[in-house]
């Protein structure tokens, strides 16, 4: 997807209509983006069209008469895949099993499971983006959510960043104009009353001492703007997915009520 890339570091999506390809957000398309489009048009529909190819798929298990299981592996269509078997192995050749969704090969028990349909899909692992912006967002006190509803970071850093120094990446957003002119949330205060003097104690609600609910709307408001192309919190743009999720994050109390 080398050619996508580009245009995702950029912040952009590309959709393929017929032959026309089309980017979005279109306020976000540079005449150095068109210029890109136009020199690597070919490539760009090659790759859209892989991707929304529903008969490719990385791992085949060949099945033979001897009782042997050849795992083929690329992404290759299953058609294909069978003919080329076929044309190998001949009359010793007793099926061939697609395995979607993997992108290695099985072990012995996996291949099994496979065989008879049993075998659960994997889990997705988590993105790097995924671990470096709440580490981030620690470092400055906050949550990703903020970040990204600010403008402090954009969707495509998350993945131009993810192997930068999430200290130096902190560092520069902490002395950023955007962070130290952004508006200051008003924290809940109480007072303790002893006999001696009265000290103001200020509660300063964070991810470790925020309610259950309040977590898990965060955390699914954050996935969600991390993965989805639709949404772009900087500008308020949400699909209905993401439009749910931030009512939900939006309202949920961060306190735990006592």
């Avoid at 090969?105 to 996996?110: D, G, K, N, R």
């Avoid at 130096?168 to 809940?188: F, G, K, Y």
């Avoid at 699909?239 to 309202?251: E, I, Q, T």
Wanted: some cysteine; overall charge negative.
């Amino acid at each position: 997807m080398a050619a996508l890339d580009y245009l995702l570091r950029a912040g952009l999506t590309a959709e393929l209509n017929g032959d026309k390809l089309r980017l979005r957000p279109a306020d976000r398309i540079t005449d150095a983006d068109r210029l890109y489009v136009c020199k690597h048009r070919v490539e760009l529909i090659a790759e859209l069209n892989a991707a929304n190819d529903p008969t490719l798929c990385w791992l085949h298990l060949l099945v033979l008469a001897d009782g042997y299981v050849v795992q083929a592996c690329g992404d290759i269509d299953t058609a294909i895949t069978k003919q080329k078997a076929h044309q190998q192995h001949g009359d010793t050749l007793l099926a061939v099993v697609a395995v979607p969704g993997f992108e290695r090969p099985l072990s012995e028990a996996e291949i099994v499971k496979a065989l008879i349909g049993t075998l659960a899909m994997p889990s997705p692992k988590p993105t790097a983006s995924s671990l470096w912006l709440p580490r981030v967002a620690r470092l400055l006190g906050t949550h990703p959510a903020v970040l990204l509803d600010e403008g402090h970071l954009e969707p495509h850093d998350l993945a131009e960043l993810a192997d930068a120094d999430i200290v130096l990446v902190a560092d520069t957003i902490h002395v950023s104009p955007a962070w130290i002119n952004r508006p200051q949330r008003v924290e809940q205060t109480a007072e303790i009353h002893t006999v001696e003097e009265v000290k103001p104690q200020h509660i300063i609600h964070t991810a470790a001492t925020a309610s259950q609910a309040w977590r898990e709307a965060d955390a699914a408001h954050t996935n969600h703007l991390m993965s989805c192309r639709a949404c772009h919190a900087a500008t308020g743009r949400y699909c209905p997915a993401g439009v749910d999720l931030r009512r939900r994050y939006n309202y949920t109390q961060m306190e735990t009520s006592e």
